[in-house]
């Protein structure tokens, strides 16, 4: 019997984990099982004759809300030409309305509700023997016309699953793909929108085993590994022992987690901050929503100061980079009260903040209460929302457009300097910003057509222009800034009128290679010619003083309470029990400066450090915002036990100012890391 456990990939660079699990646990008694991963934009009829070829039995499907669309589609094309193929699906998207999928579809043979690795193996030892289905628990079957859902299946005993990650034929693609791993299943909250509060309590593999596996991987030269955990760092001991694991056999391998911030104690963050390797380590954390009510409702417990006490801390090490989730749409979170979430985690300023939108999963308590809000949302999957009680679908609309700017602008870190300037120095918040822009975005009708680098470029400079936006210079500068970071290379072109004219270019280009010491070392030792130069570096004067601007960018600017938090009450494991009051707040990370005055005086030092004259040091980079967050996080610290947060006090002054102008060299490819390096020079 030929088995073929299939699924479809969102994009070619992941494995699935999934197929896996099931190949391995069913080997041992049927050894025809093969394995095909495609992606949802692969032509159907390319994936129906690849499987046909194979000429299966028996083929089992993965379904998720990315992919249930297209594998519906599959299945009813593969049934018409090869009828008697058997076809299982399984995955979360078909676990908890089986019978909906096979009213649906009518190829659909079997459906695998929940842990798949025992009932499919059963289920496959049914198909080659005596075909008695009623005794496959978990599985959904067809019995002539009539639909049966046997009783689910008990839970597994992970350490009784084999491993899924020793396949010969997996090790070519190792380097090449985000391996998805696995240490626990379940979830211990109830999120009312998650499948993952369907499932009670968490159930965790044997520590030695996943070291043993996450070496093999390593050691076979994986570059990413994912880990699906709801919540990786639920039991504090496990969590502490893998990170000690990793960091001590990471070999340049990049580890994802997804986290809960609120429950991480100062010792972890500690360690953490002091231990991981810098780029190896990357939390997913789930804010979702920043509204007491709107969490209450979805009982989501989140303790929003000691959250934000834990991204803080975290992007203060400048070890661990930080992608925040935010979902619009949930309930009573109408236009208004999601600006202020949106604002509230931008404050915090992550590497990558993903705004997403409600989707009402089947099996989900919220999808259950959807008549509740007035929820209407997508029929097919991904059962997006469209509305709501309090959000009508234009405001949906006008969040897409946000979102999209959002993902183009500070997803991609194309324009790091130049947002952080508009949304610190320009805009009334973040959120203004990402909106405004947004809306300028659809009504040029850019969203139709696609773009260049050089256009995110042009694009935001005729969004600042149009609006009569202060300060242009400043800004246009370090557009160029960014523009020349984004490159590896020497860029052949630029999207602005050059300032330097031949004779002043060569002129600053002399006395570069005439006293390469006041760059640096590395350009002195190189000894390069003026011809040579050309090669590597580019010019341009910017009429304002660089360094203060940039002084203004390190840092955070951190307008609320978040990055400091009460620990009374915090020692349990689980998650807070409340909200701690703005008055209540106390920093452990003020040390022992109490006077607000020396704690602004300490900011302004921070800020004024060299990280301006070369930038591209990142360790000089990261000291400087460690040394500004502490210090805003005692001043938060002094001004909360008077009773309230001075936060205008916090607030870098808007540079700029003063007379000057400054030469701004940035060369390439004289650095190991292969990125551009800048420096500032006053003309």
Not at 116 to 127: A, D, P, R
Not at 244 to 261: K, M, R, S, Y
Not at 564 to 581: F, K, R
Request: include cysteine; charge should be negative.
């Amino acid at each position: 019997m030929r088995i073929i456990l299939a699924t479809l990939n969102a994009k070619y660079i992941h494995t699935s984990l999934a197929i896996r699990l099931l190949k391995a646990y069913s080997e041992h008694e049927f050894e025809d099982i093969l394995l095909a991963e495609y992606t949802i934009k692969d032509p159907l009829m390319n994936i129906v004759s690849d499987l046909f070829q194979k000429q299966p039995d028996v083929i089992g499907f993965s379904c998720y809300i990315w992919n249930i669309e297209e594998t519906v589609k599959l299945v009813g094309i593969l049934k018409q030409v090869m009828p008697g193929v058997k076809i299982v699906l399984g995955g979360p998207e078909v676990s908890y309305e089986p019978l909906y999928w096979m009213k649906r579809e009518a190829g659909i043979d079997f459906v695998v509700n929940g842990d798949g690795e025992e009932t499919f193996h059963h289920l496959l030892q049914e198909l080659r023997d005596e075909q008695k289905f009623h005794f496959v628990y978990g599985a959904a079957y067809r019995k002539g016309e009539e639909l049966i859902v046997n009783p689910p299946r008990p839970k597994s005993d992970l350490n009784t699953l084999p491993t899924p990650h020793r396949f010969a034929e997996d090790l070519p693609e190792l380097s090449k793909r985000i391996v998805y791993f696995e240490t626990s299943r379940g979830c211990p909250f109830n999120c009312q929108f998650c499948l993952s509060s369907i499932e009670v309590g968490v159930r965790y593999y044997d520590i030695e085993r996943v070291k043993s596996d996450l070496l093999y991987l390593i050691e076979g030269g994986a570059k990413v590994i994912k880990f699906l955990d709801r919540t990786f760092n639920i039991n504090r001991n496990y969590a502490m022992e893998m990170f000690q694991f990793l960091i001590d056999n990471h070999q340049g391998c990049v580890f994802q987690f997804e986290i809960t911030a609120d429950i991480m104690r100062p010792e972890v963050l500690d360690f953490l901050a002091q231990n991981a390797p810098p780029g190896v380590f990357r939390f997913e954390i789930g804010v979702q929503s920043t509204n007491d009510e709107t969490n209450e409702l979805v009982k989501r417990r989140q303790n929003f100061t000691k959250l934000s006490r834990t991204v803080m801390k975290i992007k203060a090490s400048g070890n661990i980079d930080q992608h925040l989730d935010l979902i619009a749409g949930l309930p009573m979170e109408d236009y208004s009260t999601f600006r202020k979430t949106f604002n509230d985690v931008f404050a915090m300023e992550p590497e990558e903040l993903q705004l997403g939108f409600l989707k009402m999963l089947r099996g989900t308590g919220l999808r259950a209460q959807a008549a509740k809000y007035d929820y209407t949302y997508m029929e097919h999957a991904p059962y997006e929302i469209l509305s709501s009680h309090v959000m009508p679908f234009s405001d949906i609309i006008r969040l897409k457009r946000l979102e999209d700017v959002l993902e183009k602008y500070w997803n991609s870190h194309r324009l790091d300097h130049s947002v952080k300037y508009l949304i610190r120095h320009v805009f009334p918040s973040p959120f203004d910003f990402f909106q405004e822009f947004g809306d300028y975005w659809e009504a040029r009708g850019w969203q139709k057509i696609g773009h260049q680098l050089e256009d995110l470029f042009t694009r935001l400079h005729d969004f600042l222009t149009d609006r009569g936006t202060a300060s242009m210079e400043i800004i246009t500068g370090l557009m160029k800034l960014d523009y020349f970071l984004g490159h590896k290379y020497k860029p052949r072109k630029i999207w602005w009128d050059d300032v330097l004219d031949k004779s002043e270019w060569a002129k600053y280009l002399k006395q570069i290679a005439e006293q390469p010491e006041r760059i640096s070392a590395k350009l002195a030792e190189a000894g390069l010619s003026e011809r040579e130069l050309q090669k590597f570096i580019v010019l341009d004067v910017l009429p304002f003083r660089l360094e203060p601007v940039l002084d203004s960018l390190s840092g955070l600017r951190f307008d609320g309470l978040a990055a400091t938090e009460a620990e009374a009450g915090g020692d349990a494991d689980g998650p807070a029990d409340g909200i701690v009051s703005g008055s209540a707040v106390a920093a452990d990370t003020a040390g022992s400066l109490a006077d607000s005055r020396e704690l602004r005086a300490a900011v302004a030092a921070a800020v004024s450090a060299e990280s301006a004259a070369v930038a591209g040091d990142s360790k000089t980079e990261g000291a400087v915002a460690s040394a500004v967050l502490l210090a805003q996080a005692a001043a938060l610290h002094s001004d909360a036990a008077a009773g309230e947060v001075n936060a205008q006090a916090l607030t870098i002054p808007h540079p700029g100012s003063g007379d000057g102008s400054t030469l701004l060299i940035v060369l390439y490819q004289q650095d190991e890391s292969q990125r551009a390096q800048y420096y500032a020079l006053p003309v």
